[in-house]
């Protein structure tokens, strides 16, 4: 709390000094990257409009996102699809929602879902790279930025009301959404509420679940099984990949010459699948093995479902006042306090059980120990202090930041962290003749206390009741301080009407999180035991990249170039245990009893988080032409991507985004109707790391189309058909951890409607 007050005091102090008597011009900006603070920083911005989100099927971030140049998704299932931007994913990849950075804990695992809700959104910004310091640290790969209107910073002209339904073929779901807008007695009201429902999806034809046994090199392995096992799992649908969430938010808002004022209130609540998630020790029978057979025992309890449940809640206040000052502009002040919850669970699906004897028996039999909960509290207060004029634009901005995560349950692996974070930035741009010049500074002082959980390694005997002795665990406890120095610089020039280029700087540094810190237990969802290190150091990236615009007439063009090198690159990495054959041999332990004690921790392969620098490059690249017709217009694109990662030893870095080909026509007719046909065209992706597979290449064509009907008093009616995956293509993402076990969704056709009045 130190933090939050000591930001507090020094807004208080800015503001007694700088404030003056003289009266200035309002000025009402929208909470987005492109009109606020963060503008006189970042290069280059992408914006997607909130029309297109409404039109599309309902995905993921990551999937949602993953038509753009420099950016795809990280997938778990149909509900988990982490963006990917320029080679960077998971906390160097920051998700905000109206500039605050949403307190989920999708960093700690490739199976956790980003906490966003895309219902009746403004835009989503998307800052690619780590250009963008004000208010997200550590963005060594970029900022996605997710707009609504919750608090309101100019008022309502008019009440908008918003009826949406959506229906998917390939998982069988549907969902229904609303959103209300007015301003009443003066005081701008916004809700949103939106529930989906999306069963198992449809795998493409030909799909073959757990590819691992394609990979498998032993020579002794038997054909005929192999084959067998194959054929046992192609299937028609994923098993674990439902998806089932409600969001809903109300927000209230003042405006006047003064600036604005307003609370919001939101709370999301979703319900989903994991596709895969590996045996814990002692699950099913392993040590029962001998009562019960680990086959006999699962037919018994039927299927298993293997879900993860979320809850969050958030409270916003947010606010911007028009000082009378000559020096001192406007203030803005931003608090969000955020408790979050994600918990993984077992089940088994029987038929003649009620829900509680399936959880009884399941315990009954070992089973998995319970569920497992990722809680995350967090408070969040800045303070954003303008001096800009005519010709300068200058910001100082201040926050704070205290959070408390916890892994309890079955598969607590990590003591509790408690975070404490503040940051002091400065922020300048001005235009030079035919250069516009932008400057930032940020420090970061970040304080981490948590703790490694040792757990006992030794097997327990049973006693005469059958009951296994409880493992008793250690905790060595850390108080970590770390700073970091962030800075980026950029330099643009428009060399004609049609040419224009820009070469953006950017230092960053990223403070190791609490589970690369310390990380010590099983981490199922990635079938591995992960270890953390408290010696980790700050990791610092230094980027640059070049960008060009081009248009003349009906063509257009753009080129960017980076390269990022990444020192102190953290990552985690499988590493083989090497025991002490000699003093194993003194103690008497034969060789069967060596490989049931250690074993890997379980059956799980170990993997530690380490340090080692690395170097990112890659390039996007765009071209097309807009075709004006008589009764609309034609677009036509080409675009490509692609990004390299290797570390300084000359090995490669895992799981990095292969190059893609994106294909688009676009057709839009003055009377309100639009076709979009895209084919993304993704090679094969074989320059891997270690203990990478290689994954094949694909293309992925989908369909949109929409149509909108006018009405009497104003009222229209939306229509959009989206054929996603048209061919029913075999595809892997290559950045998953799970790409062998979960394919991408089958062909999907669906219908959106949205009733506005």
Do not use: C
């Amino acid at each position: 709390m130190k933090n939050y007050f000591l930001t507090l005091l020094m807004s208080v102090f800015i503001v007694n000094s700088l404030h003056a008597q003289e009266d200035v011009e309002e000025v009402v900006v929208t909470s987005s990257l492109t009109s606020s603070a963060l503008a006189d920083i970042e290069d280059p911005l992408h914006v997607v409009e909130g029309d297109d989100i409404d039109s599309s099927a309902t995905q993921s971030l990551g999937e949602t996102l993953d038509d753009l140049l420099g950016v795809s998704s990280q997938d778990y299932g149909a509900a988990v699809g982490r963006p990917v931007i320029r080679g960077m994913t998971g906390t160097r990849v920051k998700i905000l929602n109206n500039g605050f950075v949403v307190q989920d804990v999708s960093g700690m695992g490739g199976d956790h879902t980003n906490e966003i809700d895309f219902n009746d959104i403004k835009q989503v910004e998307i800052v690619r790279g780590p250009s963008s310091l004000l208010y997200a640290k550590g963005t060594v790969g970029g900022i996605i930025n997710i707009v609504d209107d919750l608090i309101a910073k100019k008022d309502f002209n008019e009440q908008e009301i918003n009826l949406g339904l959506e229906t998917q073929s390939v998982s069988e779901g549907d969902s229904q959404s609303f959103s209300y807008k007015n301003n009443i007695a003066g005081f701008n009201v916004s809700l949103a509420f939106k529930d989906s429902s999306f069963g198992n999806y449809d795998i493409p034809d030909g799909a073959v679940i757990h590819m691992e046994e394609e990979h498998h090199e032993d020579e002794d392995h038997d054909e005929d099984h192999e084959e067998e096992h194959h054929e046992d799992e192609e299937t028609s649908f994923l098993a674990n990949s439902d998806a089932a969430k409600t969001a809903q938010r109300i927000g209230i808002s003042k405006t006047g010459d003064w600036g604005y004022f307003g609370v919001g209130f939101r709370d999301q609540e979703s319900v989903f699948g994991l596709p895969y998630h590996v045996e814990p020790p002692g699950a099913h029978g392993d040590e029962h093995g001998d009562e019960h057979g680990d086959e006999d025992d699962h037919d018994e309890h039927g299927e298993e479902r293997i879900f993860s449940s979320t809850n969050s809640e958030a409270f916003d206040i947010q606010g911007a006042y028009m000082v009378k000052g000559e020096v001192l502009k406007k203030i803005m002040f931003n608090f969000r306090d955020t408790d979050y919850i994600h918990t993984e669970q077992h089940m088994e699906m029987e038929e003649d059980h009620d829900e509680h004897e399936d959880e009884e028996e399941h315990d009954e039999h070992g089973g998995h120990g319970g569920p497992t909960s990722f809680l995350n509290d967090a408070t969040e207060f800045s303070t954003v202090f303008d001096f800009g004029n005519d010709v300068v634009s200058r910001k100082l901005m201040m926050s704070s930041i205290n959070s408390e995560m916890a892994v309890v349950g079955a598969e607590a692996h990590m003591a509790p962290v408690t975070s404490e974070m503040f940051m002091l930035g400065y922020y300048t741009g001005t235009n030079f003749d035919v250069y516009d010049v932008k400057f930032g500074f940020r420090f970061d002082k970040i304080n981490r206390q948590g703790g490694i959980i040792h757990h006992e390694e030794e097997h327990h005997e049973e006693d005469d009741h059958g009951e296994e002795e409880e493992h008793e665990e250690e905790i060595d406890y850390y108080d970590l301080d770390f700073n970091e120095y962030s800075y980026s610089f950029s330099l643009g020039r428009e060399f004609s009407d049609n040419l224009g280029a820009s070469i953006n700087f950017a230092s960053v540094a990223r403070a190791p999180g609490g589970m690369e810190l310390f990380m010590n237990g099983p981490h199922l969802a990635r079938g591995r035991f992960e270890v953390g290190d408290p010696d980790l150091d700050v990791e610092n990236s230094n980027n640059i990249d070049v960008t060009f615009d081009y248009r003349n007439g009906d063509y257009y063009g753009s080129l960017a170039v980076f390269r990022n090198d990444v020192n102190k690159f953290l990552y985690l990495q499988d590493v083989e245990e090497h025991h002490d054959e000699d003093d194993h041999d003194e103690e008497g332990h034969d060789e069967d009893e060596h490989e049931d004690e250690h074993d890997d921790h379980g059956g799980l392969q170990r993997a530690e988080y380490m340090q080692k620098d690395a170097k990112f490059n890659g390039y996007e690249f765009q071209f097309g032409r807009k075709i004006d017709l008589a009764n609309g217009y034609l677009d036509l694109s080409f675009g490509r991507d692609a990004v390299n990662g290797k570390f300084s030893d000359g090995t490669k870095v895992s799981r990095v985004v292969p190059a893609r080909n994106i294909y688009s026509v676009k057709y839009a007719n003055n009377d309100a109707y639009e076709l979009k046909v895209t084919l993304k065209d993704v090679a094969k992706q074989d320059d891997i790391g270690e203990d990478e597979t290689v994954t094949s290449g694909f293309r992925m064509l989908d369909l949109k189309a929409m149509k909108t009907f006018d009405f009497a008093a104003g009222s229209e009616l939306s229509v959009s058909v989206f054929a996603n995956n048209i061919l029913d293509e075999v595809a892997r993402n290559h950045t998953s951890f799970v790409k062998n076990e979960v394919p991408l969704p089958g062909r999907n056709v669906g219908v959106r409607l949205k009733l506005n009045f």
